[in-house]
């Protein structure tokens, strides 16, 4: 399978090496992985240092998640009725149900742009992956149930729902996600709901309030609550479909316990800091449009985002995505070229995240525009 995510950036000998470069500027501007940096409080800090000075660490944590936690993550969905696992992050709910869902004679619909992890995993297990082409307005740049229809057959196990999507920050309407549940029911098959920047959206819908057996969600701790170095998250369905998920678990003897405080104090904590977290985010993506719009040949794909990213196209100014992320790099400005997220239409776009202090966006937008010309005088 190809990998173009997996490609070390230049000057880089392998991506680790990348990332620990990055990592270890303490000046860098962190516009590259949608990560949450507008977190003021103590919170999820101080119950975690508290952890910490117990040494409660010294012991394993229930195998499952802290029963507490798992009831918190389910009342804060409103699926107090589904069962829960929590597991090391997203990308690991991912994995344990995909795992556990598709044999080698099953396809799998994924949609291009999204999370290429998503096609890496399926790709271990099923013969075919159906990566439906979504960069164009005719679909609102999102998999739509039609688009799923026309796709569809006997041999289709799992359709993967990135709601609002990584990188384009696009979102389901409640009736689209109502279509996609009567697809799921008349056909047998699973929604796979991933549902990590919800709490950036305008609107959201849980696609197991109109599917419960033929859904599962997938919850992160790395956006909204900015936990993402923690790795901790949660993956939720039926009793059934989180019984045969259990066995697929690498991680029995539970997940961080330190992580587990935190997230129990930001799902505590959440209503004394998420409306200035969303607001923060809304206004800073309304200065990068003011600042995109100035510049001659790029736009903004989707907008407003209902993320806390979406993807600049700059294809008519001639200039490759990686040199533009490169060229920013060096201005101490970490974004991210659209093949990472990508493989069609990777040479179209650079991806940039917006959680971030609003004097950082400042200096992107003022950045952005020179990289631009200097790069389209090249």
Partial sequence: ????????????????????????????????????????????????????????????????????????????????????LVTAG????????????????????????????????????????????????????KLTPELVKQNIDENTKLIILIDPLNPLGTAYTEKEIKEFAQIAKENDIYLLHDITYKDFAREHFSVAKYAPDHSITIFSFSKIYGMAGLRIGAVISTPEIIDATRSELINDL??????????????????????????????????????????????????????NMFAIDIEKTGIDPVALANYLLKKKIFARQGVYTSKQFGDKYLRVSFSIPEEQVKIFCKELPLAIEKLKNK
């Fill in 254 to 307: 539970g997940t961080n316990l330190i992580s587990q405080a935190g997230a129990i104090a930001a799902l505590e904590s959440k209503p004394k800091w998420i409306e200035s977290i969303v607001n923060t985010t809304r206004n800073n993506q309304k200065l990068i449009k003011t600042a995109v719009d100035s510049i001659d040949d790029i736009h903004i794909v989707a907008y407003p985002s209902d993320g």
């Fill in 1 to 84: 399978m190809n990998k173009p995510e997996k490609i070390p950036p230049k000057g880089h000998d392998s991506k680790n090496k990348f990332f620990n470069s990055v990592f270890a500027d303490k000046e860098m501007i962190w516009m590259g992985q949608n990560t949450n940096h507008l977190h003021e409080h103590d919170f999820i800090a101080d119950a975690m240092v508290k952890c910490v000075e117990s040494k409660e660490y010294c012991k394993y944590p229930p195998p499952e998640g802290f029963p507490y936690l798992q009831k918190l993550i389910l009342k804060d969905l409103d699926l107090e009725e589904m069962d829960i």
């Fill in 90 to 141: 997203g990308t690991e709910s991912l994995y344990v149900c995909i795992s556990e869902l598709i044999k080698k004679h099953n396809n799998v619909i994924t949609c291009d742009p999204g999370y290429l992890i998503i096609d890496e995993f399926a790709s271990r297990f099923s013969n075919e992956i159906r990566s439906i082409p979504i960069y164009n307005e005719e679909c609102g740049y």
